[in-house]
């Protein structure tokens, strides 16, 4: 996602009840800092963060975490929120691919992964977040039965995750190749990127993944 370098992103977040700014801390701790042992559901490269929002607003039973790697990407997805503190909810600003110091052994019950950036040359391929070693580090965090739901407007990254997905020993469900006009349209919740994507007429693909076999 491409926004304007914000001068002072990075204090700004700070102001935001809903920002964890040491998550490092949390690291196996996360139910302390949600006050309850409810399950941890994590979307990583929240953008905007309208899914989010909407989840934990939809579910609060569940908690949620937004993962973001850019400061300014995640301030624009807090000032949606203009200081509403939604208990469920928090947002913090961190690589993805460092997931497994974030998060202990099996701390986790889901992972969301929307509209990923494709990464289409192949020299790039190990930057996809459904590249082999992002997966295999998934699922030191998730739980025995946790779950990767996957969406993008992307064929070829589709494709390339389903064969990850596969390689890896993940079991896939709910596969489908034109989500909207599928029977899991109905409790779909849009993203920005899907909303615009969607739009255009273009087709957007789903899969869950999970780490039993
Ligand atoms: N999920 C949003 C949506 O569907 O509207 C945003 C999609 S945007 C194409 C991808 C987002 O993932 C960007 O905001 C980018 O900064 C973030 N991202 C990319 N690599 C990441 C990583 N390693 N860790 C965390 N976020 C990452």
Redesign the pocket.
Known sequence: ?RLRNIPGAEAALREYPTFVDSPLSYKGRWKERFGNDHPIHV??????G??INTLAKRHPDTNFIA????AE?VLRALQRTEYETIPNLAFIQ????KISELFADHEIARIYL????PWPKARHAKRR?TYASFLNNYRQVLTQDGEIHMKTDNEKLFEFSLNQFAAERFQMKNITFDLHQSKLAEENVM????ERFSSRGQRIYRVEASCLI
């Open positions: 996602m979307e990583i490269g929240c953008g905007k309208r899914f993962v973001e790697l850019k990407v961190f690589d993805a691919s929307n509209f990923s950036d977040l993203t920005e990127y899907e």
